[in-house]
């Protein structure tokens, strides 16, 4: 498959990029974060987003969807990854409706996707439990009652989880834990026995504790069968994880910009800092690491259009190198803006907070190093 | 199977598979053990067996050397979706290169694009058909990295240059029949803008070519000395003092060889070569910290392969791959050196033996090879200042 955007894929992108330098630049981040905004994003901003399909990019048609493909979708991502946009994308469209468009049945489908599509719900998946991704150990429980399900655990790092509308949230069988089955379902955020401990993030996102104490559920909450949810599970973790690749690309690619314009103007010694070996040689390794996240990224996206069996692998290997990339260059942002560089006025620092969280978020550089190789046999 | 409408390009590659399984000796598609066991063709050039003999000559009588060549030089005229065909079944069918050389890769290209109707006749064909061995007398004792600093004269005597001077790495000189080489012939201005690109018969007696021991422990480089050798003037290739264009169009394309060399190579995925030369436990790598870094490896390597894919794309929608060949032969060519340090510590004591043959201590002397992968063509560090300074534009002064 050509490696190339399509025109169409092309246009998506620089309408995103025009949108989102007027309506979200990194001025707007700092403002939430010095606000003290109680939801950490902008839902006026989000509903706009929504109005111009981004919410609905992965989304079929029958549910009011755009179904552009991921490809797509991945340069929406990108452009909001270079403003650093805050937002429910992650949550609520990569993880959350991909649980519901992979593992839901027709009822949810026409229950959640078309308000996903419009902006009007937020949802989130609550699966962490340690403190590190680990989404296949679950200790959250559900157990049978006369009329249902009754949940109960605790779940940390819920992305968005103070602002969500609805929780995905994986449980085993109490009566049956070591048959190590996933089994999710989808509870509304204002259900009893549900208390949100707001945290705030070093990215000035929210990620929240969420408790769940006796939480009733139906069989309609059900996602897919009793103990059958892992595959959907990681599917969507793989889809977002590719996702959030792509964004942490845009991300990359704008702090080396901006580094490389910073070395073009800065003097010292009488020349520009730009013209020292040491430097311009760092700059180029960047350069070159770039290069392999980008190839990396469009070739995951296509593999999730084409719903290709190497998925996984892809995502692994996507995740671990953007990741460790990422942390390269925004490290360097840093280091080559000098004192400057430190600055909270400066923005090159909002780049290295937030790549941190994301780094850390659906498995970092460790991870997916070893998730790779368990894939490959070795 | 309902066998209706067959594209041509299908009628090409049946036609193509089946003359391949019918005239490809067996022994002929079995992997090369080393580099040598490619027949490069040459004056003095032996066969080191039947089989290898058989199969140059039909390949050549094919046009099948230089499938994308012309006819009219002993190619094939093959259109770029046949090559690509063409190339796909020989990768499938596991055969061999039926002729690899300096000439096929380098001079050619440089020829098809500079030279007149003249050269292209003789020594295309000439090439094509395996007659000659060909080098590059590019870098002198004074000027490597710098290669536009060589002193190399050649002096105009009528219809002739006198060409003296000394050049150094000229790879299998000692072989060679002719050399492609840049020399001087206007001192008197900017360094760049006084070289020319001329083609040396090496069989005269003012050529003198001593080789150099590697640290691998094979000789296939030398030192070359010119001594007022004659080299006519129907022999300037691309007009007087313009060598430098036709260097860095070469230099570029050597680039991107080199770079796609460490892919070629490939057999067998790093992974299988850890597994079996270090074991698994419990389905893991016995040796944790080799298995992150064979992880790592083997991701990159995807990502380069990919990365080369892309602008390849990328060039055909209209941006041309120019200085990114800099990227792919400095990211190829480290990953590379990379993989046999990697191989080399999997290989254990026995991995360091080092017997008279080559073949007794091939993994050492082969990863003693791949450190000159990120000298040849260019060093790194060259690669690196491309980058800054032609893609990034990062300011000289
Ligand atoms: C295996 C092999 C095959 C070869 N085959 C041929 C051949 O067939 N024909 C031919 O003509 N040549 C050939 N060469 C020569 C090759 O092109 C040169 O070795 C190469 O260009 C480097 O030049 P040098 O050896 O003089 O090193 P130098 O230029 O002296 O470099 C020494 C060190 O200084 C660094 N350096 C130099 N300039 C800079 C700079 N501006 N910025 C930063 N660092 C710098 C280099 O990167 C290197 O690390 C071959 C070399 C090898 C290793």
Redo the contacts with the bound molecule.
């Keep these: 498959m050509n490696l190339v955007i399509n025109e169409e894929q092309q246009m998506l992108k620089t309408s995103a990029k025009e949108f989102l330098k007027n309506r979200a630049p990194i001025e707007a981040l700092r403002k939430l974060r010095d606000s003290k905004d109680p939801k950490g994003y902008d839902p006026q901003l989000w509903k706009e987003m929504a109005e111009m399909g981004w919410a609905s990019l992965n989304i079929p048609e029958a549910y009011g969807g755009m179904d552009f493909g991921f490809v797509g979708f991945g340069q929406v991502l990108e452009e909001m990854g270079r403003t650093l946009v805050a937002s429910p994308m992650v949550s609520t469209c990569l993880v959350g409706t991909s649980i519901i468009n992979f593992g839901g049945n027709t009822m949810q489908k026409e229950n959640f996707l078309p308000r996903i599509a419009e902006g009007s719900i937020l949802l989130s998946l609550a699966s962490e439990e340690s403190n590190a991704h680990r989404p296949l150990k679950v200790s959250t429980q559900y157990s049978k009652t006369d009329d249902g399900y009754s949940i109960s655990g605790k779940k940390v790092f819920v992305l968005d989880g103070n602002v969500a509308d609805y929780f995905v949230v994986t449980t085993t069988d109490a009566s049956n834990a070591s048959a190590n089955g996933i089994t999710l379902f989808i509870v509304d955020a204002k259900s009893e026995g549900i208390t949100i401990e707001k945290k705030i993030m070093m990215d000035s996102r929210n990620a929240a504790i969420v408790t769940f104490d006796n939480v009733k559920a139906t069989e309609a909450d059900l996602i897919g069968e009793e103990g059958k949810g892992k595959k959907t599970l990681e599917k969507a973790l793989d889809i977002a994880r590719i996702g959030l690749s792509a964004e942490m690309l845009g991300s990359m690619q704008e702090a080396f910009d901006r580094t490389i314009s910073y070395l073009k103007e800065r003097k010292q010694f009488g020349v520009v800092i730009g013209t020292f ?1 040491s430097l311009q ?1 760092r700059a180029a390794q960047m350069y070159c690491e770039i290069q392999l996240c980008k190839s990396l990224v469009i070739k995951s996206l296509q593999a999730i259009d084409t719903d290709s069996p190497m998925l996984p692998y892809m995502a692994s290997m996507t995740k671990s190198k953007v990741g460790e990339v990422l942390q390269l260059i925004t490290n360097e942002g840093i280091q080559l803006f000098g004192g400057i560089g430190m600055t909270d006025d400066e923005e090159i620092g909002f780049f290295m907070k937030r790549a941190r969280v994301a780094q850390q978020t659906f498995g970092d550089y460790n991870y997916h190093l070893d998730r790779f190789a368990r894939l490959s046999g070795f | 199977m309902d066998t209706t409408i067959q594209t041509d390009l299908e009628v090409f590659r049946m036609e193509t598979k089946a003359w391949l399984e019918a005239n490809c000796p067996e022994s002929m598609r079995t992997p090369v053990k080393k580099f040598e066991d490619i027949y490069g063709g040459g004056s003095e050039a032996t066969f080191d067996n039947e089989d290898q003999k058989i199969w140059f000559e039909r390949m050549r009588d094919k046009g099948w050397t230089a499938p994308a060549w012309p006819t009219s030089y002993g190619g094939a005229g093959l259109n770029k979706a046949e090559h690509k065909v063409l190339k796909e079944e020989i990768k499938k069918l596991g055969c061999r290169s039926a002729l690899w050389s ?1 000439g096929l890769t380098m001079l050619g290209p440089a020829l098809l694009e500079f030279g007149n109707e003249a050269q292209k006749l003789e020594h295309l064909t000439r090439i094509s058909r395996g007659e000659v061995w060909w ?13 536009a600093d060589l002193q190399t004269r050649a002096v105009d005597n009528g219809d002739h240059f006198l060409v003296s001077g000394q ?7 000692d072989k060679a029949d002719w050399c492609f080489c ?1 020399v001087r012939t206007n001192p008197e201005v900017p360094k760049h803008h006084g070289i020319s690109f001329v083609l040396i018969n090496m069989r005269q007696p003012s050529v003198e070519v001593r080789p150099i021991k ?1 640290i691998s422990g094979s000789s ?2 030398c030192e070359t000395f010119f001594d007022e050798t004659v080299v006519p003037k129907v022999n300037l290739v691309g007009g007087l003092n313009n060598g430098w264009t036709i260097a860095k169009y070469l230099l570029t394309h050597e680039r991107s060889m080199i770079g796609g060399i460490s892919e070629a190579g490939q057999q067998k995925l790093l992974s299988q070569i850890a597994i079996e030369m270090v074991g698994l436990e419990d389905g893991k790598l016995a040796d944790p910290v080799l298995r992150t870094e064979v992880a790592k490896w083997l991701i990159n390597g995807a990502g380069i392969k990919w990365s080369m894919e892309r602008m390849t794309d990328e060039a055909k929608a209209g941006a041309p791959i120019g200085a990114k060949s800099s990227f792919f032969k400095y990211y190829a060519t480290e990953l590379n050196k990379d993989k046999f340090e990697l191989m080399l510590s999997m290989g254990g004591f026995e991995g360091l033996q080092w017997g008279e043959d080559y073949l007794d201590g091939k993994l050492a002397r082969d990863m003693c ?1 791949t ?12 690669q ?2 491309i980058i800054a300074k032609r893609i990034l534009n990062l300011p000289t002064k």
């Design positions: 070996q040689h | 300096f080098c590059q007398g590019y870098s002198e004792p004074g000027a490597g990295s710098d290669l050049k150094v790495w000229t790879s299998y000189a840049l590697l296939p480089f090879r450190k000159g992968n990120s000298i040849e063509g260019g060093t790194s560090e060259v690196l200042n």
